[in-house]
């Protein structure tokens, strides 16, 4: 068993027992702190995977499905009182569950493998953490979408209205960042192949995210239910663009 795998299996046996201390009497305290014990080692692994791949991990499937569960992870420990108390469980636990899915991919998948050609370009730096950066917003804000859905009838008014400022604020980020990958990625385009834009597969599933997501700042603020509605198309949307595209459409983006 490699280091790296080692590693993201002591991380992961960190975030159960921090998940297991985070319903019990006074240990939220202690659940965060080995919650951050599991993230240092986390972290330990993507630079044990950087140094064995020669670079970062985010060019494969296997690669960005251990990085992004650390993106998730992250935004718990460094803001915290940004997320409400009713939601922190549900990043722990996805965080496992993330990381879960990455333990079960093919060995084959995780072989770690020369950047090709047309990756090897300083876009991919901006290009693929722009649109990370926003994934991880939205899907907090699919968070506290479902939560909304399912608890919107016993909520007080000032209760909803303050998780709903919370996910306008999560939308308004990953908007933000996915036009920002879309631009880049328009721009490394140009640089790799000679053209903006070519109508590929994972091109344009890009920019339907960005229109469904589009739709969301047309509603007006009591329109909870519809904003919820939004978000969890835009994600299930995101999910074909990140899995979908890459084995079921050919194109460009086909890598893994």
Not at 44 to 54: G, Q, Y
Not at 153 to 182: A, P, Y
Request: glycine residues 4%.
């Amino acid at each position: 068993m490699s280091a790296e795998s080692i590693l993201l299996i002591l991380a992961s046996i960190a975030y159960v027992i921090s998940l297991f201390l985070f319903f019990k009497e006074d240990t939220e305290k202690n659940s965060r702190m080995v919650f951050i014990l599991g993230l240092i080692i986390h972290f330990a692994a993507l630079v044990v995977r950087s140094v064995i791949a020669k670079h970062p991990p985010f060019s494969n499937l296997y690669e960005t499905m251990i990085l992004f569960p650390f993106l998730v992870g992250s935004r718990y420990v460094f803001w915290k009182k940004q997320i409400p108390e009713d939601v922190r469980w549900l990043l722990i636990l996805l965080t496992i569950i993330l990381l879960g899915f990455a333990a079960l991919l093919p060995g084959d998948m995780k072989k770690a493998e020369p950047l090709m050609p047309a990756l090897n370009s300083i876009w991919m730096y901006i290009h693929v953490p722009a649109y990370f950066f926003g994934y991880v917003s939205i899907f907090i804000a699919v968070l506290y979408s479902i939560y909304l859905l399912l608890t919107r009838k016993k909520l007080l008014d000032s209760k909803k209205d303050h998780l709903v400022e919370k996910m306008d604020r999560e939308i308004k980020i990953g908007f933000f960042f996915l036009n920002v990958g879309l631009i880049t990625g328009a721009i490394w385009a140009y640089v790799s192949w000679g053209n903006y834009w070519s109508w590929d597969p994972k091109e344009t599933w890009a920019l339907i995210n960005i229109l469904i997501l589009t739709y969301y700042f047309h509603l007006s603020r009591p329109n909870v239910v519809k904003k919820a509605i939004v978000i969890i198309i835009t994600f299930i949307s995101i999910l074909f663009t990140y899995w979908g595209v890459s084995y079921l459409l050919i194109g460009m983006h086909s890598y893994t």
